[in-house]
């Protein structure tokens, strides 16, 4: 008996923009891919600052943190941990007391003033960071005691190295960088544009001094 012979599929017919869609998805995959980003802060001798803070605003990024962040500002030694503590904004900062003497924190800083008076352990309630800034800390019993929150609205941010240096892993485009060092006197941050290209990795140095804009 003969045997029925198996027809092979028959494919649809090739359509140019077919393949035009297909190498824009891959485009656009591409181009969404992180890239290595390292950022160097120095002062205006050109000596790098350690412990700088450095945050990158990405364009249609959620500027406020998500429900439930927190952070916190410790107090071991009567001195404040850490010095510098960045958060997203909206984050619930706590300020556990590990010492054995009460603490009075407190802040006059505009973006969040508040008074947290004498206490050991934890507060039960925490402090909201919810507007982008600069606080500054001081315990009202101890005067040697102080720290700084600095608030941004993105979660891309980092505090530099002994080098100087943040690294981050960014999306091309056009963004916004920030950065601030304690050794500031003025409660603002640094804002420069950064434009990072598709075609690969970068760097970018940021020079901080008390008359920058």
């Not at 508040?114 to 309630?125: H, M, N, Q």
Request: some cysteine.
């Amino acid at each position: 008996m003969k045997q029925p012979r198996m027809r092979r599929p028959s494919l649809p017919p090739y359509k140019p923009h077919t393949a035009a869609l297909l190498t824009l998805l891959a485009l656009a995959a591409g181009s969404s891919q992180a890239l290595p980003w390292t950022v160097q802060v120095r002062n205006p001798a050109g000596q790098p600052l350690a412990d700088a803070v450095v945050a990158v605003e990405l364009r249609g990024r959620p500027a406020k943190a998500a429900a439930g962040t927190r952070a916190e500002v410790a107090q071991r030694e009567r001195q404040f941990q850490p010095h510098v503590l960045v958060v997203q904004t909206g984050t619930a900062v706590h300020f556990p007391n590990f010492d054995t003497v009460r603490h009075h924190v407190y802040s006059f800083s505009p973006i969040k003033p508040f008074d947290i008076k004498l206490y050991s352990g934890t507060p039960a309630e925490p402090v909201v960071f919810d507007k982008p800034g600069i606080a500054a800390l001081g315990c009202n019993i101890h005067d040697q005691m102080s720290a700084y929150i600095v608030v941004v609205d993105t979660p891309l941010f980092a505090r530099t190295d002994a080098a100087g240096l943040a690294r981050f892993d960014l999306p091309a485009g056009e963004h916004q960088i920030k950065a601030w060092h304690p050794s500031l006197t003025r409660p603002q941050l640094l804002t420069r544009p950064l434009s990072v290209s598709p075609a690969g990795g970068g760097s970018t140095s940021i020079e901080l001094a008390n008359n920058s804009n």
